[in-house]
């Protein structure tokens, strides 16, 4: 007789329950994109709210992002090579242009509120749908909080024995469910770090694998969150070879999001495997590789969100 899942942790858990209500991290939308990055890097962000000082009350006017610095980028450099002058010249605008020119520049931005009584489930139908940020209200109708996606995977790890039999379910029974491999988005260890990242913009993707450029395998991650390190001084990273930028070389601080090496699963892992390793690592997702590290798919918070609240039939049993 196999467990049944059993939601109810997840539905009777408010937000009030889990949340830590740490101050409010945001950015006047005054500050210069390299501003925004420095607190992005120091706070481990990949978004933050933006508050308009004018208004005295530091109000929340809106979100920027890692997706709409990423946008900026792919459109200043679109034409550049490897000619050093010219990106030096780009810099300057990129770095210098402010947050309220580039808030919801990549058309990402969605976010919904919510109310610190409402359930974990709510906000894990939320995340199920790719939303990437759900902001916590406050009785002054303010944004009091971020319930981060760290948090929702971390608060589902605590509680994976409720899963059932759905925590023990292969990752080839999950597939089906999944980005197919003709769909999944790559770049080569070869290619400059710079089209790596336009061919994300252009994907609308927040993270692609690096293969080996000789014999397809994974050899690391190349994630939005890694413009959070670039700096005036360090812009000419951008140039260097993919393989080369993740290295974490020693001009380059180590990202505070991500391990140095990839996190991957095989088709005869677990979906417990795969929520652990996200809570684990605290990222937001897992590449799932065939016997020779070839990348086969991806499993996503949003997957394991969409996964838990709507589980499909043949998925229950």
């Given at each position: 007789m196999?467990?049944e899942?059993?939601?109810?942790v997840f ?5 009030a329950?889990?949340?830590?209500k740490d101050?409010l991290?945001?950015?006047p ?12 890097h120091?706070?481990?962000l990949?978004?933050c709210?933006?508050?308009?000082p004018d ?11 890692t ?20 990106l030096r010249?780009?810099?300057?605008g ?12 990549s058309?990402k ?19 199920a749908?790719?939303?990437h940020?759900?902001?916590l ?6 944004i ?7 948090c929702v ?15 023990n ?40 694998p ?7 395998s ?6 939005i969150n890694?413009?959070s390190?670039?700096?005036?001084e ?22 505070k ?14 979906f417990k495997d795969?929520i ?11 590449w799932?590789?065939?016997?020779n ?17 709507e589980?499909?039939t043949?998925?229950?049993?």
């Open positions: 196999t467990e899942y059993d939601k109810n539905i009777k858990t408010s937000i329950d889990i949340i830590s101050p991290i945001a950015v939308n005054t500050a210069t994109v390299e501003e925004l990055l420095k607190v992005l120091k706070h481990s990949t978004s709210p933006v508050v308009n208004t005295g009350r530091n109000r929340v006017i809106g979100f920027v992002d997706n709409d610095v990423l946008a900026l980028l792919a459109k200043l450099t679109k034409n550049v090579d490897r000619q050093t002058s010219d010249l780009i810099s300057i990129f770095l210098s242009s402010s947050v309220a020119n580039i808030m919801d520049l058309k931005d969605q976010f919904t509120v919510v109310l610190e009584e409402q359930s974990m489930f709510e906000v894990m139908k939320v995340y749908k790719g939303v940020r759900v902001a209200l406050s009785v002054f109708s303010d009091d909080d971020i319930v981060s996606q760290s995977v971390s608060f589902i790890a605590s509680n994976v024995s409720v899963l059932g039999s759905l925590a379910k292969k990752i080839e029974d999950l597939l089906d469910h999944l980005v197919h491999q003709s769909e999944l988005v790559t770049t080569s260890s070869s290619e400059l770090v710079i089209r790596s990242f336009q061919k994300m913009n252009d994907a609308g993707v927040t993270a692609v690096v293969l080996d450029h000789e014999n397809g994974i050899v690391g991650t190349l994630s890694d413009l390190s670039i700096n005036e360090n812009i000419d990273l951008l140039l260097q070879s993919t393989e080369k930028f993740i290295s974490r070389n020693v001009f380059i601080d180590q990202n999001h991500k391990p140095a090496y990839p996190i991957i699963l095989g088709v005869k892992d677990t795969a652990e390793m996200l809570a684990k690592f605290k990222i937001h997702r897992v799932i590789v065939d016997r590290r070839k990348p086969i798919s991806i499993l996503s918070l949003t997957d394991v969100c969409k996964i838990l609240t589980p499909p043949e998925l229950a049993s």
